[in-house]
């Protein structure tokens, strides 16, 4: 069963993964595949999830003789 599940896996996501689990001495248990998997999705899915908001820096100025406050936002991915 722990065959046919790594090898029914997508290549283009769990290569590295399923070459981990077969290379384990001794094999684990279906059970430990599968959590392996879901951990690895969640890593994925956070990752493309980082990468689809922008991320943007805040940060205040005060003048000193006018005490007014400036709202600066300085966006930190080039979007060129």
Known sequence: ???????GLKSEYYGNLRTTIL?????????RAFQLVVQEERVR???????????????????ANKEE???VRIDLIDHS
């Open 69 to 71: 406050f400036r709202d």
């Open 23 to 31: 290379s384990q001495e001794p094999l684990p248990s279906l059970d």
């Open 1 to 7: 069963m722990l065959y046919e599940f790594v090898m």
């Open 45 to 63: 899915l956070a990752k493309e999830t980082t990468i689809e908001k922008p991320i943007e820096a805040v940060g205040f100025t005060v003048n």
